[in-house]
């Protein structure tokens, strides 16, 4: 029998929600566009890194065309290596941007969860994360040592095989005391401290123990500073670290001080404020490169709490950073430099190769920040070019995820599997060459290229809920396989929309049950 309880009156999160509900209502009925289905592309985007898995997949893989692969990496460095992500088309397993993804795939967790649990996905994200920090954690052989990359980008790109026929070079790179990579040791170390706040209540076990990974890989950093590209040079045409490593020693302590309350790290990034970047760079993109605006976002949360009022200062001038970023975003600071750039359609317009990444990247943060702003008594950002309500901000996230799932001049989901046109002819070696499982017949790397790479037909497999690069600076977009700037996607592009389906979806449903 179920047991009676006194009704209480809305709190204060339940409050803010209906009014989101509502708002959210008067953006559907207000545009002509039809609202799409957040809960199924939350649905895609989690299959999509089951298509990136290394190693030996497990018995619940629901993508079921990819198949084991690079079974023995790390053999020939006398280390297990096996697993990971690929990054995207290719077969390459790359540190930063591989712990960037697991980074956002966390965040969107703590984010909003409840969300992407009441969707019914929470087992798949964290699943998602797990299949990444568990590859971490044999990466981390010793305190001060970090495998950096296995595979080789030159030899990998000379070659059009499928995962399962692998017969590139699988020459794996580390850093350490002698060959630093304060970024990469950086990255790691955040993406292990955000997880282990994913983990730290149905887990508590492996929590700790990744949470004992991040705090070494910080210190490892810290101490024993330098670009990891500088250590590794195979990196530099694939994913040089531009930004240098301050900002992710900066993501690093800000997410151990989240995920420890240990002022030791917050005092850290109050500490290496100036001297790091962290109230300096104004920017205007957020990346796997580019750490700030996720930093200066983070450490505004922190205002929120009066435990952190001794810092206002400080505190208030990453804020001032944070909003830099997100008026770029709106289009809303003074001068053509300062913004973000846009396409007719308004689409976020950073750069023309794979410029989704930014798209989503954006619209997480802001969207994050137009939460922030709902729960805070500051109500509106103050940017150059007028006040912006926390409502717009919203309005601003959902426009570039509609963008993303359809509503755009090309009427094209750049979600593949998702809705009724998406690309067919995506940049991907497994999904350009039939499944290893209907035939197990060898495919090498020429005969892939003579085959497949230069075929006109769509391709025989669909990496569901893969994020592309996405149309041009015009709204154009050209579904040639050939076409990388275009039709590659990586895995870092569809981890920030996890949270953002799973808070769209959450504000859809409110609406249906407002307006029943």
């Known amino acids: 029998m179920e047991k009676k309880t006194k009704k209480k009156p809305l709190s204060i ?140 980008g030159y030899t990998d790109h000379y070659c059009w095989q499928r995962p399962e026929d692998m017969t590139t070079s699988r020459q794996a790179y580390k850093i350490d005391e002698k060959n630093p990579g304060s970024d990469l040791a950086g990255e790691t170390a955040a993406a292990m401290a955000a997880a282990s706040i994913v983990f730290r209540k149905t887990n508590p076990h492996y929590s700790h123990l990744l949470l004992h990974h991040a705090q070494q890989l910080f210190e490892f950093g810290d101490k024993f500073r330098g670009k990891y590209d500088a250590s590794i040079g195979v990196v530099k045409n694939y994913y040089t670290s531009v930004s240098g490593y301050k900002d992710e020693l900066l993501w690093a302590a800000i997410w151990l001080y989240k995920a420890t309350d240990n002022h030791h790290y917050l005092s850290y990034v109050i500490d290496n404020a100036h001297l790091f970047g962290g109230v300096g760079w104004s920017i205007t993109e957020f990346s796997w490169d580019v750490k700030y605006a996720g930093i200066q976002v983070l450490v505004s949360k922190l205002l929120t709490e009066e435990k952190h009022a001794k810092h206002k200062r400080i505190l208030e001038q990453y804020q001032s950073k944070a909003e830099y970023y997100i008026c770029s975003c709106l289009n809303k600071n003074n001068g053509t430099k300062n913004n973000a750039g846009f396409t007719p359609s308004g689409l976020i317009y950073i750069r023309q190769w794979n410029n989704m990444q930014y798209v989503s990247s954006g619209s997480f943060l802001t969207m994050v920040y137009s ?64 499944s290893y499982r209907e035939n197990k017949g060898f495919i090498g790397c020429t005969q892939g290229y003579d085959t497949w790479y230069g075929s006109k037909d769509p391709n025989p497999n669909i990496v569901v809920g893969a994020l592309v690069g996405g149309p041009n600076h015009n709204d154009e977009f050209f579904d040639h396989r050939g076409n990388y700037m275009q039709t590659e996607a990586c895995t870092y592009n569809t981890a920030p929309l996890v949270g953002i389906f799973a808070r769209l979806n959450y504000l859809q449903n409110a609406v249906l049950y407002t307006s029943y």
């Open 371 to 434: 939460d922030l702003l709902h729960k805070s008594y500051h109500k509106k950002l103050k940017c150059h070019g007028g006040d912006v309500t926390p409502q717009e901000l919203l309005h601003f996230s959902i426009s570039q995820v509609d963008y993303i799932l359809g509503s755009n001049p090309m009427n094209m989901s750049y979600l593949v599997g998702f809705g009724p046109r998406f690309p067919t002819r995506v940049h991907h070696r497994g999904a350009s060459i039939v």
């Open 13 to 152: 999160s339940h409050h803010y929600s209906f009014l989101l509900s509502l708002f959210f209502f008067s953006i559907l009925t207000s545009t002509s566009t039809a609202s799409h289905n957040y809960a199924d592309a939350l649905s895609k985007s989690l299959i999509y890194f089951e298509a990136q898995r290394s190693g030996r997949l497990p018995y619940n893989q629901r993508l079921t065309w990819r198949d084991n692969s690079a079974l023995t990496d790390g053999i020939d460095q006398g280390v297990d290596l096996v697993g990971g992500y690929y990054d995207a088309g290719d077969h390459v397993k790359f540190g930063l941007p591989m712990a960037f993804t697991v980074t956002m795939l966390s965040w969107s967790v703590i984010e909003y969860g409840e969300y992407i649990a009441g969707a019914g996905e929470l087992q798949h994200a964290m699943e998602a994360i797990k299949w990444g920090t568990d590859y971490f954690i044999k990466a981390h052989t010793g305190p001060n040592v970090l495998w950096a990359e296995v595979g080789d």
